[in-house]
């Protein structure tokens, strides 16, 4: 007996119920699998914001929140680190650049981040990437700016375009300065970070529009864009690379204890494991409500199968007759389940895949971070394998029912 031959056709007969229960493990697996891939994306995305950085030097606080502020513009620092401190860190044998960061500032709702030019040499994304560019240069003037992608996409400025900065971090800002205003000077290609997002101006920039603000960062004088402009200004944070990699440890204590000023050194990596270990709990409660809606398909099908066995008594019982063992009859439902399983992984990955493609431009406007539609994962490809033991095992009960009839009970009609 053709066991697959016969489970298809006799699902074909039921098309219509076998379609919804095809239908709800496709949905199952839609969720699941879109939860499994955020949650990788989004570890990979996280992970490749910044590479290539020994230390990142702030005020003392949390290691999360400096991580947080300093690379993905999340929070805000509690404190600033004064030029003194970063001219002496700067200075140790041991450091080979460093890259100063201030924060504070916004354009339109998106970060303005005060810097130097070491910052387009230095930082690196995704396992090392340069930041390259898809329009202009570098700053050389004070007043010139440097947008990332999705800034000059979003806003349609370009190089030459003039823009205005606004004090604090708000979309919506009453304090603008508007008497100073940035040409823009180069705009960023796509980097998948951060870095997108945030229009960066130079050091003495920042520091010449807040001149004569009663809280203001101090004044500034000359027209340098960079180096020691900025003696007397304070800045966020410090991204730091080493000569030698094995240094870090004996340098972060060093700076750990820095006598003239509370600072911290935190390694990008072990922070951003913590990070991770602080949101384990919210990523395996979505895996769980995942799980749940793949039982909830199973239960489907089992009830699908149970449903329908009444109705085929007279099926079994003829089958029977006509020389199929138990055993057989076991292996037509289990087989009927075997395909409704199948049958819904494959519409719930196709189906997955649109959804991505469709969605692609939206999800790395909305999360910051491009989904990839192919390939799937290995650990996708494991949950698929235990999506097809779940539909197994949904088919064992109308199975085991199956087998326990006798031919008898199959022939009998009741009133």
């Known amino acids: 007996m053709n066991i697959p031959s016969l489970a298809w056709h006799s699902l074909w007969h039921r098309r219509a119920t076998a379609g919804l229960v095809v239908l709800s493990i496709a949905l199952s697996v839609v969720l699941l699998l879109g939860v499994e891939r955020i949650r990788a994306q989004a570890r990979a995305s996280f992970a490749g914001t910044l590479s290539g950085t020994d230390l990142i030097v702030g005020a003392r606080g949390s290691a999360v929140n400096l991580l947080l502020y300093s690379v993905f513009r999340i929070g805000d620092a509690t404190n600033g680190v004064s030029w003194a401190s970063h001219l002496a860190l700067r200075q140790r044998p041991e450091v080979a650049w460093t890259v100063p960061l201030s924060l504070g500032d916004s354009h339109r709702g998106f970060p303005v981040l005060g810097t130097d030019r070491g910052y387009f040499e230095h930082y690196r994304h995704a396992g090392g990437q340069r930041l390259e560019f898809a329009a202009g240069g570098v700053f050389d003037d004070r007043f010139e700016a440097v947008l990332g992608a999705e800034v000059a996409r979003r806003l349609g400025y370009r190089p030459g375009d003039r823009l205005t900065l606004a004090h604090g971090a708000g979309r919506v800002s009453f304090m603008r300065h508007a008497d100073k205003p940035f040409v823009v000077r180069g705009i960023l290609a796509p980097t998948a970070t951060p870095v ?180 799937p994962s290995p650990r996708e490809a494991w949950l698929l394998v235990g999506v097809c033991g779940a539909g197994l095992c949904a088919g064992l009960v109308p199975a085991v029912r199956v087998y326990r009839q006798s031919l008898a009970d199959g022939m009998t009609i009741r009133l």
């Open 196 to 375: 997108d997002r945030t229009v960066h101006v130079s050091l003495a920039g920042l520091e010449a529009v807040h001149e004569g603000w009663p809280a203001g960062r101090g004044a500034r004088h000359g027209p340098e864009a960079h180096g020691e402009h900025a003696k007397h200004a304070a800045v966020t944070a410090i991204l730091v690379g080493l000569r030698e990699q094995v240094q870090v440890l004996h340098l972060q204590r060093a700076i750990n204890e820095f006598e003239h000023e509370a600072l911290l050194a935190i390694l990008p990596s072990l922070t951003m494991q913590q990070l991770w270990d602080l949101l384990a709990v919210g990523e395996n409660l979505l895996l769980a409500v995942g799980v749940l809606v793949v039982v909830c398909g199973g239960l489907a099908t089992a009830t699908a199968l149970l449903t329908g066995l009444n109705e085929r008594r007279r099926e079994m019982a003829i089958l029977r007759a006509l020389g199929a063992s138990p055993r057989a009859i076991f292996g037509l439902v289990l087989g009927e389940a075997l395909l409704l399983t199948v049958g819904g992984m494959l519409v719930g990955v196709l189906l997955l895949q649109a959804l991505l493609l469709g969605a692609l431009p939206l999800l790395a406007d909305r999360v910051g971070f491009a989904i990839p539609a192919w390939p």
